[in-house]
């Protein structure tokens, strides 16, 4: 910020509009240090550019904390734990990126950090109110900056959360989750194209929420008819293999009782004919029991 009277004019109405801002933040699971590591492949793409986003975010929001008060000792408790926070939480991205860890499995689930998202849009809310011909130029001009550098990283998001909901892997707490938070980057957004007048060129999360349900919906009934289709074809596996080994063993001791105690007289139950005939009618019942 330029002056003085902007940085705390923007502390003063920040907290006002987002409540939930000076309250202790916990620490966020992004990466698999202390938590098991995301396998979907879908999600994985999806989690790669979200968290760009997210870095971009959150060191936006560290920088601003910073201007307001450059001196450690004039921060108020909870204004410095939260930047301590923002900081880890962007160590913890970068360390994904870098190839240290993986990504959390609940990453994209969690909802921890949708306040800086808030915060951000709030933000370039306030610089964009500035007047690009007056003296505070430079915030306007660090605002359209970061709102394209946002909706440049964004532009890969739609197809990769399209893939991901075709392919069954998009859930709803993960869609929901990662649709809060675009909703913000949707303000953003609209904000740099009303002020350059200009057409927006990457989707909003109204245009492609609806489609993302649909498509999982789709994944979920198609996944389920595939777990009816192998739940079937062990039971036929099952059933076979079972007629076969039971048809083994039962006339296995036939035939051996009728070859060691058989007088092989004809017409006698003791016949060696009667124990095969008993054989035959076994694999009959079977073979009616199978059709």
Request: glycine share 4%; with cysteine; net charge negative.
């Amino acid at each position: 910020m330029s002056t003085v009277a902007q940085q705390q004019g923007i502390r003063r109405r920040f907290p006002r509009q987002y409540p939930g801002l000076e309250s202790d933040i916990q620490p966020v699971p992004v990466n698999s240090r202390y938590t098991p590591p995301l396998k979907n492949i879908e999600l994985l793409e999806v989690a790669h550019i979200f968290s760009r986003l997210e870095c971009r975010i959150l060191q936006g929001s560290a920088q601003v904390l910073q201007n307001h008060t450059l001196n450690e000792d004039q921060r108020e408790p909870d204004e410095q734990q939260r930047l301590i926070r923002l900081e880890k939480a962007d160590r913890d991205l970068l360390d994904v990126h870098g190839g240290k860890y993986q990504f959390s499995v609940g990453y994209l689930k969690d909802r921890e950090l949708l306040r800086e998202w808030g915060f951000a849009a709030a933000v370039h809310r306030e610089l964009f109110r500035q007047d690009p011909t007056s003296n505070d130029q430079e915030n306007y001009q660090i605002a359209t900056a970061s709102a394209k550098g946002l909706e440049k990283l964004a532009s890969p998001l739609p197809a990769a959360l399209k893939l991901a909901a075709e392919k069954g892997s998009l859930d709803v707490l993960t869609r929901n989750a990662i649709g809060d938070k675009y909703l913000f980057l949707d303000a953003i957004i609209n904000l740099l194209h009303e002020k350059l007048s200009t057409n927006r060129q990457l989707p909003t999360w109204e245009s492609i929420s609806e489609n993302l349900r649909e498509l999982s919906s789709k994944a979920s009934v198609s996944k389920a008819t595939t777990t009816d289709e192998n739940i079937g074809s062990k039971a036929f596996s099952i059933i076979l293999w079972t007629t076969f080994f039971i048809t083994v063993f039962c006339s296995g001791p036939m035939l051996a009782y009728a070859w060691n105690f058989s007088d092989r007289k004809p017409g006698l139950w003791a016949e060696e004919d009667f124990f095969f005939l008993l054989q035959g009618c076994i694999l009959q019942v079977f073979s009616l029991c199978w059709f």
